[in-house]
């Protein structure tokens, strides 16, 4: 039996005398109808992909000055800590213990850094996860079904290079919605928003592409957020202006009303968008319905300071576009929080970015919006800062959970771990570092009472990460994570980065139960609750160069000349390429990749298995 029932529930008018400041609306704009996306898949025991590489920076952050000058003199306390070889346990306050389930390797790294992980899984069992350039569907016991690179399944000869994916499931119509965004930033970004045509998304998406320069100032649209409501989707996200990095870019977040009918349907899609927005937001986050079923009319946003802050902003938007919406700005008052300084690791004097305070993740639910993001919880180390926030009240609970002067705990993501609409137990997965381990994924629960777990390893590290960077390696930027609806016991799934034997980050997924469960997801038929790749995946990547766009082949020969495996025939973008796949399907000995054009051979390097 289900724990979940549909529901849907009314969104809460909130105070109009406590507004302190709205926002203004676009006119009735309609997005670009692609067509439908049904691309096959990648070579599922081999999974080449080949990816246009976006060369790039990262846009600066608003506060950016202030923010490193805070980690700089967070620093100072950490290392004050860590001499005084501070040790203990995590402040375990309630016997909930979590459980790993069936649990896998994820989307592969094929170059890029963070993965931007993200998930979502289907009452029918589907889980479709995406990391920066790749996107797969599994089934419930983590066979890969679907592996392809995001530029290839896209198909689209103006799409080169993408990032920052987000995938989310509407429980309230039993399907997917995907989102991406053009890469590298640069004037005339495109945001893609694909829609499943059904609940089973090897049938297919309805594509779309909307304008990531609404205000039209040559603006590029970075760090999305996503959810749905009864009638819409909302896709939040904040725009820089030229040059886009290395400078103080940021022009302002906007959020994107869409009714999702349409969209569902491979119908006219139209949508508006909210702009000058009051508080200056940077990253709002929209929240979903944090169990079976949906709210609304229009949805709650919240914000944080990126540099830290004692105030929550809370934005309602109070209608669907068919109504009357406005877009209305309360302050919500909560205990101070500031940024940690960055992470260390074992073995390593490169660093795991700690980001600053911006909110990461979060659902409403009987009354309460509930969201995470990371803070210092004490001498500049890292922890989880959990909220729970009444709009009706505008008050907020916080509470922190860490282990000071040993761990920082980064890049939490929330999701509601309750049998019922009224309890207000969650689940949270984390990332967690210090110079003693390699990074880690873990999860930790929180229940009805706001009182903690311990936290469970979900994936261990094989070694640190240091492959974009020698001094701060990025991390994150998200950890994903999503609700079984129609379980018969609560359960959720999360996805997030673990280090390699390379260095590099991979994915790794794993579904989330606790201890009184006492067995495995009733969809699956495993008879061990932990499932490992079948045949073991190990990923071997190439950089290339082509001064034009031109047709190429890559393939493996022996040593004696013959062809093993041709493993991609087709189009290269002209700039810097990564070719990825997996070489564990080669037995012991020495071969060649060959890349060739038709005119001659750019590539032809030795890859050595050892077994």
């Not at 479709?128 to 983590?142: F, H, K, M, Q, R």
């Not at 640190?464 to 960077?469: G, I, K, R």
Request: with cysteine; glycine share 8%.
């Amino acid at each position: 039996m289900s724990i979940d029932a549909q529901v849907t529930e009314v969104k809460p008018k909130l105070d109009e005398s406590k507004i302190v400041g709205t926002a203004s609306k676009s006119q009735i704009l309609t997005a670009e109808f692609m067509g439908e996306v049904n691309t096959p898949s990648a070579d599922l025991k081999w999974r080449p992909t080949l990816t246009h590489k976006c060369v790039g920076f990262e846009p600066e952050t608003p506060n950016e000055e202030l923010i490193k000058k805070i980690k700089s003199e967070k620093e100072v306390l950490k290392l004050a800590s860590m001499a005084n070889k501070n040790s203990g346990s995590e402040p375990i306050t309630q016997s909930v213990t979590p459980v790993v389930g069936t649990n896998y390797l994820g989307n592969l790294n094929n170059g890029s850094s963070p993965l931007d992980n993200s998930m979502a899984i289907s009452n029918g069992g589907w889980i479709v996860s995406v990391a920066n350039t790749t996107i797969e569907y599994d089934d419930i016991n983590g066979n890969t079904q679907y592996y392809n690179d995001i530029v290839t399944f896209i198909n689209d000869v103006n799409i080169t290079g993408v990032c920052d994916p987000v995938v989310i499931y509407d429980a309230s119509m039993d399907r997917f919605i995907f989102f991406c965004q053009t890469c590298p930033l640069a004037s005339g970004s495109k945001i893609l928003i694909f829609f499943s045509k059904t609940n089973n998304p090897q049938n297919g998406w309805w594509y779309y592409k909307l304008t990531g320069d609404p205000l039209s100032n040559n603006d590029a649209f970075d760090y999305p957020k996503l959810a749905v409501s009864t009638n819409e989707l909302y896709v939040a996200g904040n725009l820089f202006t030229p040059p886009y990095s290395n400078c103080s870019c940021f022009d302002q977040a906007v959020l994107y009303q869409i009714p999702k009918a349409p969209g569902y349907s491979g119908g006219s899609l139209n949508w508006q968008y909210w702009y000058n927005i009051s508080g200056s937001p940077f990253t709002l986050l929209p929240v979903s319905y944090g169990q079976q079923g949906s709210y609304g009319p229009g949805c709650y946003c919240v914000a944080t300071d990126n540099a830290g802050s004692s105030t929550i902003k809370l934005y309602d938007l109070t209608d669907d576009m068919s109504g009357n919406p406005s877009l209305n700005l309360y302050n919500v008052s909560t205990p101070s929080y500031s940024p940690a300084s960055d992470a260390n690791q074992l073995g390593t004097s490169c660093k795991l970015s700690n980001g600053d305070c911006r909110a990461l993740s979060g659902f409403y639910l009987n009354g309460t919006i509930h969201f995470v993001f990371h803070s210092d919880i004490g001498s500049g180390w890292n922890g989880i800062n959990y909220n729970r926030l009444d709009p009706i009240g505008q008050t907020n609970q916080s509470s922190t959970f860490g282990l000071s002067g040993s761990y920082d705990y980064s890049y939490p993501t929330v999701v509601s771990y309750a049998t019922t609409t009224t309890d207000k137990s969650v689940m949270i997965g984390f990332g967690r570092s210090s110079s003693a381990i390699y990074p880690e994924e873990r999860v930790v629960n929180c229940d009805n009472s706001m009182t903690w777990s311990g936290s469970t390893l979900v994936k261990s590290s094989l070694g640190y990460v240091s492959y974009t960077s020698s001094t701060v390696e990025r991390w994150g930027d998200y950890t994903g994570s999503s609700r079984k609806h129609n379980s018969s016991y609560p359960s959720i799934w999360m996805t997030g980065s673990y280090g390699t034997s390379s260095n590099e980050w991979n994915a790794w997924n794993a579904e989330i139960h606790d201890a009184s469960v006492g067995g495995v997801n009733e969809n699956s038929t495993a008879t061990d609750v932990k499932i490992f790749p079948n045949p073991i995946i190990e990923t071997f990547a190439i950089e290339f160069t082509l001064e034009n766009s031109e047709q190429i082949e890559i393939g493996i020969i022996d040593v004696g000349g013959k062809v093993v495996k041709q493993l991609y025939k087709g189009n290269a973008h002209s700039g810097t390429n990564i070719f990825s796949f997996n070489k564990a399907n080669l037995s012991a000995g020495e071969y060649f990749l060959t890349i060739k054009t038709n005119s001659k051979i750019i590539k032809n390097e030795k890859i050595i298995i050892a077994k």
